[in-house]
């Protein structure tokens, strides 16, 4: 049986592709958030290639030294200031106004985005709730896929020094 690792170590581990090639993983707690990498191929017996367990080892405790997390989970982004990044991104590339009109509708009906709405045009409410321009109530959770797209390439370009490690 293996030695138990103590707190705060990480974890390594061996993950197989379909190709039936083998390659090591880390991963460790840092500020309250999960971190994975890839540590590199493993090695074969009587191969030179790839890495022995004790420079993956030396690998993860260099990672975990250099990677900190992406984000605090305080610093999360909500879906109403990913809605106003997102209008500000389609007004800068000049989209049509047809389409500008379609991404704020679909933060409209989500009530959560609507609450931070204000880059794009907030609707006028009417009485009991309704959406003064087309009478519906938002009640559904209906966020265009392109918003959620747009919100990962965000983070991934806020992340970006640390995004070629893994």
Do not use: F, I
């Not at 999960?34 to 030179?48: D, F, H, I, M, Y």
């Not at 997390?69 to 989209?95: I, K, M, N």
């Amino acid at each position: 049986m293996a030695a138990r690792r103590s707190y705060g170590s990480g974890r390594v581990y061996v993950r197989s592709d379909s190709a039936g090639r083998e390659t090591y993983y880390g991963s460790w707690w840092s500020n309250g958030r999960r971190v994975n990498r890839k540590l590199g191929a493993k090695r074969e017996r009587g191969s030179r290639e790839g890495l022995t367990a004790a420079q993956t080892e030396a690998e993860l405790r260099r990672l975990m030294r250099e990677v900190a997390p992406s984000t605090a989970s305080a610093d999360r982004l909500d879906v109403g200031e990913v809605g106003r990044r997102y209008c500000a991104h389609l007004t800068a590339l000049g989209r049509k106004r047809s389409t500008l009109t379609a991404v704020e509708m679909a933060l409209r009906v989500d009530r959560t985005a609507s609450r931070g709405l204000s880059a794009c045009a907030r609707p006028a409410r009417g009485r009991g709730g309704h959406d003064a321009r087309d009478g519906r109530r938002g009640s559904g959770s209906e966020v265009d896929p392109q918003l959620h797209r747009h919100a990962e390439r965000d983070v991934s370009l806020r992340d970006a020094p640390t995004a070629g490690v893994g």
